[in-house]
């Protein structure tokens, strides 16, 4: 089945810096991905997601780039906020096989944003 | 738009009890998704229903079970509660069939505790 890795598991960041998540996946079958901001005690929510025939997507300060041949897809947040301050999770998902539907979710990154 | 509600929000159990989760996806949305998410960790898939049928499972004991009703509500058990078993639990839901995209969303969760 599909594995993600997520890295880094902290990152520490002085507002208005540029922070940097980066993610790889094992399934070359993989299409879609989508990465989530979790704060504290609230449900994930979708931020930005890509598929697997583009290599990048921007939506304002956040930006994703996908590797197809690598096999993996980073975000990217510039000028970043204290109210960027949050949990996130990148994932991935399986367009068949018995991992069809699903999505593998990386462990995580605890992003910190210092005023 | 009413969102994903899943009750209770927080339940905290006896080892060795039965718990049972329950969750309402977004009108329109067919496939219902449980996910475990221990603390400090990433999400773990449970669980795929999609039109009252189990699509997929991830790699869990049989002691976690669940179904969907007509409703496309769904329900989680799980039997002989482990300390371990002490995690958030996020249910999503989706369009039918598609597996979780960008329409998926995620419900509050709900915090089970096990003593």
């Known amino acids: 089945g599909e594995n993600v890795e997520q890295h880094p598991s902290t990152l520490s960041v002085q507002e208005g810096d540029s922070a940097v998540i980066k993610c790889t996946y094992s399934?070359?079958?993989?299409?879609?991905f989508p990465w989530y901001k979790q704060e504290l005690g609230k449900r994930p929510q979708l931020i930005i997601d890509?598929?697997?025939?583009?290599g990048e997507k921007k939506d304002q300060r956040i930006a994703v780039t996908l590797n197809k041949t690598a096999k993996h897809f980073s975000l990217h947040i510039t000028e970043t906020q204290p109210e960027d301050s949050a949990v996130y999770f990148c994932a991935a998902r399986d367009s068949g096989g018995t991992s069809y539907g699903k999505l593998t979710f990386g462990q995580g990154t605890i992003l910190t944003v210092h005023p | 738009e009413a969102g994903v509600t899943q009750s209770p929000t927080h339940l905290i159990k006896t080892r060795g009890q039965q718990a049972t989760l329950r969750c309402s996806p977004i009108?329109?949305?067919?496939?219902v998704y449980w996910y475990q998410q221990a603390l400090g960790l990433g999400l773990q898939f449970l669980l795929w229903?999609?039109?009252?049928?189990?699509?997929n499972r991830g790699n869990f004991p049989p002691r976690f079970s669940g179904r969907q009703f007509p409703n496309y509500s769904s329900e989680l058990n799980v039997n002989a509660l482990e300390l371990e078993d002490s995690a958030l639990y996020l249910c999503?839901?989706?369009?039918?069939?598609?597996?979780?995209?960008?329409?998926?969303?995620f419900g509050q969760g709900t915090r089970l505790t096990v003593v």
């Open positions: 890509i598929r697997s025939n583009v």
């Open positions: 999503a839901s989706s369009l039918e069939g598609r597996g979780l995209g960008p329409e998926a969303f």
């Open positions: 399934d070359s079958a993989s299409n879609y």
């Open positions: 009108s329109g949305h067919t496939s």
């Open positions: 229903y999609d039109e009252g049928e189990e699509r």
